[in-house]
């Protein structure tokens, strides 16, 4: 570690298994700058940006060094502009938390990984349920929704199905895609893997769904819960790519705090 390094750690909310990541700026001397809020345990209740030493900073976890987004700026800089938020007050763990202040020092740009994961997830499982409710809607008066494949094999899917498959897979989606994160895997690769863990968690809901009609249902169920992920995933998409721009306005007039 050196100054001007970002550095993370790992940390648990507050009586829970969760966990989530610690940001500050490494100033050389065996302390540390971060943002924080007054009480871990009331974190929407305020905080301020402090200098503490590395070991307070760490609470007995291990410390990282932290390179992506990469720095824009040389270590003396990112450290001069850690210092001279020392003493600000504000703390919002939703557009203010500890990353988004350790990415403005190295990059000149706010930015929370772990907000925009989370954000991400919420708008999919919102775009996914809109597309189940839009697919059922468009049966018109059918109770059910009815899926054919090639095994021959009919399977009807009502919402009291769809909806919790879609729900329960976006959970999971969601929960591989952190734990990914948490181990300091890039955006890339977290992605694939919460997609990986909500396509086949969607598989295995719907084939359960299906598995007192036979063994045949069941694999029909297992391609339809397949199905049913992929065409969220793709609703999802569209919806992220329109509201992106609006998104990145926010992010800008936002950033204004900090400059």
Not at 41 to 48: A, K, Q
Not at 61 to 86: C, F, G, M, N
Request: aromatic letters at 4%; proline letters at 5%; glycine letters at 10%.
């Amino acid at each position: 570690m050196a100054r001007g390094d970002r550095l993370a750690v790992e940390r648990r909310f507050a009586g829970s298994t969760v966990t989530y990541t610690h940001h500050g700026i490494d100033l050389g001397d065996g302390t540390v700058v971060h943002a924080r809020p007054d009480d871990p345990e009331r974190i929407f209740d305020g905080g301020s940006v402090a200098r503490t030493s590395a070991a307070e900073f760490a609470a007995g976890l291990p410390i990282r060094v932290i390179t992506d987004p990469p720095a824009l700026h040389p270590p003396d800089e990112i450290a001069a502009r850690a210092l001279s938020l020392i003493g600000r007050d504000g703390y919002c763990p939703v557009v203010e938390n500890c990353e988004h202040f350790a990415t403005w020092c190295a990059t000149g740009e706010r930015g929370s990984r772990q907000v925009d994961l989370l954000a991400s997830r919420v708008a999919s499982a919102t775009a996914r349920v809109a597309a189940v409710v839009a697919a059922r809607t468009a049966a018109g008066a059918a109770e059910r929704v009815l899926i054919r494949t090639a095994l021959g094999t009919t399977v009807r899917f009502g919402l009291r199905t769809l909806l919790p498959a879609t729900l329960v897979a976006e959970g999971a989606a969601m929960m591989a895609e952190w734990s990914a994160h948490q181990a300091g895997h890039s955006p890339e690769r977290s992605r694939r893997a919460g997609e990986s863990a909500g396509i086949a968690t969607s598989a295995a809901v719907c084939a359960a769904a299906a598995a007192a009609a036979g063994p045949a249902a069941i694999v029909t169920g297992a391609l339809a819960g397949a199905a049913l992920w992929l065409g969220g995933s793709a609703a999802a998409g569209v919806a992220e790519r329109a509201l992106r721009p609006g998104a990145s306005l926010r992010d800008a007039k936002a950033g204004q705090r900090l400059d």
